[in-house]
């Protein structure tokens, strides 16, 4: 079965540095998407990305939020500048086509101290 | 602005028992609603998609239902075991072209031997 795969699968960083979270997508899935999850809440949309463009954002997803597609595979969610509230679960979706059900990595936690 | 909510919050139950689990959403403007299961610390596995047009889909010992007009969908499991065990999440698709999910907070289900 086809994989969203994410990397790392936990990192930790200084409040104040910059992180970049690295996702695979499965091969033949044209659209992207962001999610995360704060430890004890829900799993909350963050930004959705299509044909090299932003499709739709979450008031979450400020100007300390990037995404980017750099080459034919990978799907990476840069942040610039990370608080001590960025901490949380973030997942990596990709599907097919939109509407159509989702496909969710294994996630990658990260610690801001 | 979709709600989606999930009752009991928590469920315990004896091995083998059937069981089913809630979640009501308040726009009943869904394209989808899609079942997923989360293991402690781990990433989403999609279960079962529900487009808007269907009233329920079968995958094993798992079964969801649609009631869009009420903003109602159950997930049956059958038989339950301790490999069971998990949080699940229920989440909707608004209108077509979105791209963007609304979860639940989830249901943890944990079936003892």
């Known amino acids: 079965e086809p994989e969203v795969t994410q990397t790392p699968s936990h990192q930790v960083t200084q409040m104040g540095q910059e992180v970049i979270l690295r996702c695979v997508p499965i091969s033949n899935h044209l659209y992207f998407y962001w999610y995360r999850q704060i430890l004890g809440q829900k799993v909350e949309f963050l930004v959705s990305f299509y044909n090299n463009e932003i499709s739709e954002k979450s008031e979450i997803f400020d100007d300390q939020f990037s995404v980017e597609r750099p080459d034919g595979s990978n799907f990476t969610l840069k942040i610039r500048s990370t608080k001590l509230e960025d901490s949380a679960m973030y997942f990596c979706?990709?599907?097919?086509?939109?509407?159509?059900?989702?496909?969710f990595g294994s996630g990658t936690r990260l610690t801001v101290v | 602005k979709q709600e989606v909510t999930q009752i009991p919050a928590a469920l315990s139950v004896p091995e083998g028992e059937n069981l089913v689990l809630n979640c009501s959403f308040t726009d009943s403007a869904i394209y989808n609603l899609q079942w997923f299961r989360q293991d402690p610390g781990k990433g989403l596995t999609s279960l079962l998609l529900?487009?808007?047009?269907?009233r329920e889909q079968t995958s094993g010992r798992l079964n969801a239902s649609l009631d869009k007009s009420s903003g109602r969908s159950t997930l049956y499991i059958a038989a339950s075991q301790p490999g069971d065990s998990a949080t699940y999440l229920c989440a909707v698709e608004r209108v077509m072209g979105a791209q963007k999910l609304v979860f639940g907070q989830g249901t943890r289900l944990t079936i003892n031997p």
């Open positions: 529900i487009q808007s047009s269907q």
């Open positions: 979706a990709s599907s097919e086509v939109p509407n159509y059900g989702y496909t």
